[in-house]
């Protein structure tokens, strides 16, 4: 197996405003309309049981790895102590399940995961403290729940089949 390489790395702030003028100015890096990372089915150390998650998120156009910027939502896995350098993240993982078995395998345990309606893992986080206080994300092939900050629905990337955060939203 080749190792896969850090597509982004996830940065989690208390207001997505204020950090992307913040990180613009300081980069210069242009960073995507806001979007939601909006489901149902996530579950986390807050709440082992699939429950509501509304992460809102941009990304930088620059990269690999771009940066993504999160901001703070609930109390898990992307709660205000989370703060700072949140995630390697590795999107076209086209066996997550079966990565996350590797790595158990290792003694990296699993905190945060997102589910499909029938049951499938979209994403799924690392323990941040088996790998030195970072976490990584690990991201199936197929569109995930991505809305716009307004609720609308994005198109899907032809080139990646993952919504695009650059393009109108439709509607």
Known sequence: MSAPLIEHIGILVPNLEDAIERWSAATGYTFSPIARYRTQRYCDSSDPEPHFHDAR?????????????????????HGAAQLGVHHFGFPGTEDVPGRIAELAA??????????????????????????????????????????????????????????????????
Do not use: C, Q, Y
């Open 106 to 171: 290792l003694g990296i345990g699993a905190d945060g995961k997102s589910l499909t309606e029938d049951g499938r893992v979209h994403l799924w986080f690392t323990k941040k403290d088996d790998l030195d206080g970072i976490r990584f994300e690990f991201i199936a092939p197929f569109p995930g729940p991505l809305v716009s900050d307004d609720g609308r629905e994005l198109r899907n990337d032809p080139a990646t089949g993952r919504k695009d955060l650059w393009s109108p939203p439709l509607g």
């Open 57 to 77: 998120i941009s990304f930088s156009k620059e990269g690999p790895p771009r940066i993504e910027l999160m901001e703070v939502t609930g109390n898990g896995t």
